[in-house]
């Protein structure tokens, strides 16, 4: 069962899949299935750009389990530049080099190790701009 | 030498270094209380949340961004490493998938100690130079793996280098030709399900990296009909400071050559990624016209070399992606505790 969680988001973690309504032009993030009533076609599949800016974040210092080896680490709410907020971890920062309103890029890391004789799990995390 | 039917070149190019690093002093205070001397000033460290997967898919989408290609483009997808974060998975196949090459696209995972990459360089340009497809990718990334207090831990460093080879006539550089030179030659290995890699002694350096590297360089030179002031630059791979620099005095070229692709002395032996890395520094600063010769070493052991001529066409890809200076300063040093953390090294009772 944990390996189909995992894989079954891949196109959200590795490409920052999201939805652009067809009719209203909104953007929505990660995707989701069609309300009751809704066509699927009411939705089709965009790739976000992966460029935002720091809306919040805090760091976390008592980690749940499967990341306490990361300890301190930030996590924020981005604001992509489309418009979708998304909870991310924030990699290859500390936290003095953090600002509301910062300029923020998609990267892709390994986000959790669920066992030796399991999965590795890669997604997006957010870093400031490198240029 | 080798040339394919069709000729072909870089359409991007892309480099990875992650933001770590530790000082080789920092390492020999550790095992020999700061004595004596050390083979690079410090090496790049993956942070905790990266591997040889995360780098190559970073180095890709810098690939990708230059060549101005979606990744769906792509004929292939090929990772060269000795990391691979699984032993059974292709990082190729995860790599593929987040840069959005799958599913029609070919991928493998390549194995050749640290030619590993330019392994895949060479296929990648028999698959557009047949015509089988238009654009081929090649990736050399590692995160490698060094004992405690052994020689290799002032030097096993990570880091990745992509480059998406497709026709000549779309190239920011030409490739003009390549030479391949292998042999068995038992001076670095790493057995399966050891953890770490060991030296085959007296088969480290004179049988191993100066006569693979000088064959294959030399008769690339000879079939070209050319020698080492033909070319304006010169990459080496890099195990350390002084090797890349003693076999190019070898075979002629000069220091200032091989100044722009010398990364070891700032971030150690990125394995897979050094000369790619190196090529990539070097295309970062090269002009039209000018030339490149490279030279890639793989233990076990084996060298591939190639010539390179740069078009007008880099000087516009070049701004699509960050630099390879760009990652070489936002070096952040850690100490010996925090980097024994993040490579696994704590045995956690």
């Known amino acids: 069962m944990e390996v189909a969680r995992h894989w079954r988001q891949r196109g959200t973690r590795y490409r920052l899949e999201g939805q652009r309504n067809t009719r209203t032009g909104a953007i929505r993030f990660p995707a989701q299935p069609p309300a009751l009533g809704e066509e699927p076609s009411e939705w089709e599949s965009i790739r976000l750009s992966g460029r935002g800016t720091l809306y919040s974040f805090s760091v976390i210092r008592q980690a749940p389990d499967g990341f306490e080896g990361l300890v301190p680490y930030p996590v924020a709410l981005v604001q992509l530049e489309e418009g979708p907020l998304v909870t991310a971890q924030l990699t290859d920062c500390a936290e003095a080099d953090l600002s509301i309103g910062i300029a923020v890029e998609m990267v892709t890391r390994h986000l959790l190790d669920t066992g030796e004789d399991n999965v590795l799990v890669y997604g997006y995390k957010f870093r400031p701009c490198l240029m | 030498m080798m040339k394919p039917n069709r000729p072909v070149g870089l359409v991007g190019y892309g480099a990875y270094i992650p933001r770590y690093r530790i000082a080789a002093k920092e390492i020999a205070r550790l095992w020999t209380d700061g004595q004596g001397g050390v083979p690079v000033s410090a090496k790049s460290v993956p942070g905790p949340d990266e591997d040889t997967i995360t780098m ?71 698959l557009v130079g047949s015509g089988m497809a238009e654009y081929a990718m090649a990736i050399g990334a590692d995160t490698a793996q060094s004992r405690p207090s052994d020689a290799l831990e002032y030097t096993a460093s990570a880091g990745a280098g992509a480059m998406i080879i497709g026709p000549a006539e779309q190239a920011l550089a030409t490739i003009d030709a390549t030479v391949s030179y292998v042999s068995d030659t038992p001076d670095f290995f790493r057995r399966a399900d050891r953890p770490y890699p060991v030296h085959g002694n007296r088969f480290t350096g004179e049988p191993a990296y100066f006569h693979q590297i000088t064959s294959a360089a030399q008769r690339l030179l000879d079939d070209l009909g050319k020698g080492p002031q033909d070319f304006t630059y010169a990459i080496f791979h890099q195990p350390n400071a002084k090797f890349p620099q003693t076999v190019a005095k070898r075979l002629g070229f000069t220091d200032a050559q091989i100044a722009p692709g010398m990364l070891s002395p700032q971030i150690g032996n990125t394995y897979s990624g050094a000369a790619m890395a190196g090529l990539c520094a070097t295309l970062d600063v090269a002009q039209p016209g000018e030339t490149i010769f490279v030279t890639t070493y793989g233990s076990g052991a084996g060298s591939d070399a190639y010539a390179l001529t740069v078009t007008e066409q880099l000087l516009a890809a070049r701004a699509r992606a960050p630099l390879t200076s760009a990652y070489l300063q936002r070096q952040v040093f850690v100490d010996y505790a925090i980097y024994a953390k993040w490579m696994g090294k704590l045995v956690m009772g």
Do not use: Q
Request: proline letters at 4%; a negative charge.
């Open chain 2, 56 to 126: 190559a898919i970073e180095a890709a989408r810098n690939a990708l961004a230059r060549a101005e290609l979606d990744g769906e483009r792509l004929g292939a997808v090929w990772v060269g490493s000795e990391s691979h974060p699984y032993s059974v998975k292709p990082s190729g196949g995860i790599v593929a998938e987040a840069i959005g090459a799958s599913p029609w696209v070919s991928s493998a995972d390549f194995e050749f100690a640290c030619k590993a990459g330019s392994e895949a360089f060479t296929a990648a340009m028999a």
